[in-house]
């Protein structure tokens, strides 16, 4: 009875413990999260620190996500092909491949690459920086290492994401267009006047962009207090590393279907 | 790698998010034909308006002149009173003009097209268009086309 009623409490408390460790790293990313905002204005000082970032979180990120947008929409154009043309409507094809783009495939697939290429790149950084003891090297130094490293990381994360998923749309569109037009023959003109006249500026383009911006706050906001709060060991960056991901992941997959929602709720 | 190197590169990242962005705003969305300019404000009451939703084209002789921005139930004629924007370029239908909702297609989109009148007197901002007609319900045609065939 006795070894009964000790192993349940040892169920309470490991769930006690584990509650508590992830209310504990919520209040400690939001601490995070209010000291990179401190921290910003200080960028704007160093315009170089944020052009470094920009090119190894948002050039970098360009090739993968050129790719993937043109083998998107074109697999968009195959598909949407098939199914408009047993209705006989494949001239509508543009605002399937225009609308699904802007307002979904684009944000949402753009910030799954942009967690997996430039997330877990800026999460092994920082692990390994502070593995190295590197930030209180800089504190020693007196240099703020959220000033000097964590806010400009952040910036162009937050930057970099709304242009990436603009390119992953435009290049989408074109693959559908080349697939449509050149490889099945659906009319040009169809094709651009159909998406322009169904795709509308505020509820569908201006949609997607907030979506964008959301995702890539979240994004990087992950990423760099994953890496900022890992286990300063080998082992501790890899579970930091893959944690990113996942839950930069699953956060994106989260809110898109809230704002999806509440977008949908307010037209 | 050299600073300059660096920075031509997040340039062109740059311009191409900006261009990306500008060519899905101008080509893909429809602001290129969103009106920017004044509108006056017509209203017209409709027996059933179908599928009219704000937003929905307001065109003459196929040609858009504005756009639909309010439509609400006017429940002591059991009428619907649809508020048109039409914007200031076309300030000459006569207040004789005739509102009817046509349908896009088969199953298109519905719009309402103005037909003007002969009238010298022009609509101006809040004037009713009197005669309007209401939206053709497919239901409807195939019901009475239905009950025509069976009273032969």
């Known amino acids: 009875m006795q070894h009964f009623l000790r192993k349940t409490v040892a169920v309470f408390e490991s769930l006690g413990d584990r509650s508590l460790d992830s209310f ?5 990313s939001t601490l995070f999260l209010v000291r990179v905002f401190k921290s910003i204005p200080f960028v704007f000082l160093r315009p170089w620190l944020l052009i470094q970032q920009l090119y190894s979180v948002g050039v970098l990120t360009i090739v993968i996500v050129l790719v993937a947008g043109t083998f998107v929409g074109m697999v968009l154009g195959l598909q949407g092909y098939n199914i408009l043309v047993r209705f006989n409507s494949e001239s509508s094809l543009g605002t399937m491949v225009g609308l699904t783009l802007v307002r979904e495939l684009g944000p949402v697939v753009t910030a799954l690459l942009f967690a997996g290429r430039a997330g877990s790149a800026l999460t092994a950084e920082l692990g390994l920086m502070k593995t190295t003891e590197q930030f209180s090297a800089l504190e020693m130094m007196a240099v703020d290492p959220f000033k000097r490293v964590i806010a400009p990381r952040f910036l162009a994360g937050f930057l970099s994401m709304p242009m990436l998923a603009a390119i992953f749309s435009a290049v989408g569109i074109y693959g559908g267009y080349y697939v449509g037009v050149y490889l099945l023959g659906v009319d040009d003109g169809a094709y651009w006047a159909q998406m322009q006249k169904s795709v509308d500026f505020h509820e569908d383009f201006m949609n997607g962009v907030w979506k964008t911006v959301v995702f890539g706050f979240v994004a990087t906001w992950i990423a760099l207090f994953e890496g900022y709060d890992s286990v300063p060991t080998s082992e501790g ?10 839950n930069a992941s699953l956060a994106v997959l989260g809110l898109n279907f809230i704002l999806t929602a509440l977008m949908l709720e307010t037209s | ?85 039409i914007q200031n370029r076309f300030d000459s239908f006569s207040i004789d003009s005739r509102a009817s909702i046509y349908t896009a297609g088969l199953l298109g989109e519905q719009y309402i097209e103005l037909v003007p009148g002969i009238e010298d007197n022009y609509l101006e901002d ?6 309007a007609d209401s939206a053709l319900i497919l239901e409807n045609l195939i019901g009475r086309f239905i009950s025509e065939i069976i009273s032969k």
């Open chain 1, 24 to 28: 504990e790293r919520l209040g400690r």
């Open chain 2, 126 to 131: 809040g004037s009713d268009v009197v005669m």
């Open chain 2, 1 to 85: 790698m050299t600073r300059q190197i660096l920075e031509i590169w997040v340039g062109v990242f740059v311009a191409a998010g900006i261009a990306a962005l500008f060519m899905l705003a101008m080509k893909v969305s429809n602001l290129s034909t969103v009106s920017t300019g004044d509108t006056y404000e017509i209203t017209a009451r409709f027996d059933n308006i179908g599928g009219l939703s704000i937003r929905s084209p307001v065109k003459a002789s196929g040609v858009l002149v504005g756009r639909v921005s309010n439509i609400k139930y006017d429940k002591d004629y059991s009428v619907a009173v649809v508020t048109m924007s």
């Open chain 1, 237 to 246: 960056i890899g579970r930091a590393t893959t944690q990113s991901v996942v």
